[in-house]
């Protein structure tokens, strides 16, 4: 047998140590992709009016009165990691723990929201409406943005582009699906465009 080389052994060597690493547990394993550029659509239900379609990369809504993508199954304690453009004038969110699934709201579910135009700031991106409040409210108009979103037993925790905006224990609501929202904006005006190019959820 042809004896390594003191080099050719190293680096065979790592090549062993990195193809162990990567059959360990952890990393990104127990995720689940929902949305993947513009593959995603027939993991939701979707109710209301809004155009959700597939378009440059993204799962995007920009016309109707309002409507959800809903998420199939129902959900206890997860994490969320979803990757985001919002217009400037856009109204949505992400619902957790939907009591109803045909019926989304911020009475019915935890609503992280994406309103950069919201009346009462205090509640609007960053923050859970009627929940926890985000004080300053960070802006999220005219940009990619990514959310992670933690919900373990009443503990919620909310990430936005690597600051957290919320850290609330809320007991309201225990389990259901989520939903991802196209909105209309302050006095009922149209919404502006949503794009989600990545939406995945890892239960805990």
Same mark, same amino acid.
């Given at each position: 047998?042809?004896?390594?080389?003191?080099?050719?052994?190293?680096?065979?060597?790592?090549?062993?140590?990195?193809?162990?690493? !990567?059959?360990?547990? @952890? +990393?990104?394993?127990?995720?689940? =992709?929902?949305?993947?550029?513009? /593959?995603?659509?027939?993991? $939701? #239900?979707?109710?209301?009016?809004?155009?959700?379609?597939?378009?440059?990369?993204?799962?995007?809504?920009?016309?109707?009165?309002?409507?959800?993508?809903?998420?199939?199954?129902?959900?206890?304690?997860?994490?969320?990691?979803?990757?985001?453009?919002?217009?400037?004038?856009?109204?949505?969110?992400?619902?957790?723990?939907?009591?109803?699934?045909?019926?989304?709201?911020?009475?019915?579910?935890?609503?992280?929201?994406?309103?950069?135009?919201?009346?009462?700031? !205090?509640?609007?991106? @960053? +923050?859970?409406?009627?929940?926890? =409040?985000?004080?300053?409210?960070? /802006?999220?108009?005219?940009? $990619? #943005?990514?959310?992670?979103?933690?919900?373990?037993?009443?503990?919620?925790?909310?990430?936005?582009?690597?600051?957290?905006?919320?850290?609330?224990?809320?007991?309201?609501?225990?389990?259901?699906?989520?939903?991802?929202?196209?909105?209309?904006?302050?006095?009922?005006?149209?919404?502006?465009?949503?794009?989600?190019?990545?939406?995945?959820?890892?239960?805990?």
């Amino acid at each position: 047998m042809k004896r390594l080389s003191l080099p050719a052994a190293a680096l065979f060597a790592f090549a062993l140590a990195v193809a162990g690493c !990567s059959m360990m547990p @952890g +990393g990104d394993s127990g995720w689940v =992709k929902l949305i993947d550029g513009t /593959k995603g659509l027939e993991n $939701w #239900n979707q109710i209301g009016d809004a155009n959700w379609r597939a378009e440059d990369g993204a799962i995007v809504a920009d016309k109707g009165k309002g409507g959800y993508l809903v998420s199939k199954s129902s959900y206890k304690d997860f994490q969320i990691r979803a990757e985001f453009w919002a217009d400037h004038t856009t109204n949505s969110g992400i619902f957790l723990r939907a009591a109803d699934p045909k019926k989304i709201g911020a009475d019915t579910a935890y609503e992280v929201n994406i309103f950069d135009q919201r009346p009462d700031p !205090s509640y609007g991106t @960053g +923050g859970i409406v009627n929940v926890a =409040k985000v004080d300053p409210m960070p /802006k999220a108009g005219g940009k $990619w #943005n990514t959310y992670e979103i933690t919900a373990r037993g009443t503990n919620l925790v909310v990430v936005l582009n690597g600051q957290k905006t919320a850290d609330v224990n809320d007991s309201k609501l225990a389990q259901g699906p989520f939903a991802l929202q196209f909105g209309n904006g302050a006095k009922d005006a149209p919404g502006g465009a949503i794009k989600f190019r990545k939406v995945e959820i890892k239960p805990l």
